[in-house]
């Protein structure tokens, strides 16, 4: 399954630092705490910036995430900031951030993270920031090498009113 068509599709940056990608009318950086594939958690900050002359209703957004999930242990999402930054300068922080754990079947995903920003609105030209961490109930060992989301910012995908408008499904 894949996203939307891209009218102009860039990526910059891997697995081990994050990097940057923009499709249509989204870019999104990914920036990684860790540089390597295994950690006790996936953590970092997104920033997803609306280059379209629309708002995106944020409490129809999601950000889809997926890994490799051999752990039988409970997965935890921690939000430590959400907040957007207008084109002309606001600044509205936004309420609490969730996440739900999903099962998948895809190439290097077996589960999905699926984020939700909270209500708000990203207006054009805004760019919406999340700082984030995924672990174990326990903290114990994430292995992010073989995961879906982690190869590439492209491969984290965000859903509009049920419609993917940034990224591509495994």
Known sequence: TSGTTPSQNTTSGNSNSGGTASEGDISLSVRYDSNGGSSNSISGTFDITNNS????DLSSLTIN????????????????????????????QLGNATAKIESYSGDNANACIVIAPGSGTLTAGGTMTLSFAIHYQGWETFNSSDDYSAQSPDKIVLISGGKVIYGTKP
């Open 53 to 56: 002359k629309s708002d995106i």
């Open 65 to 92: 995430y997926y890994i490799t999930d051999s752990n039988t242990c409970s997965i935890v999402f921690d939000c430590y900031h959400a907040a957007v930054n207008g084109s002309n300068g606001t600044y509205t």
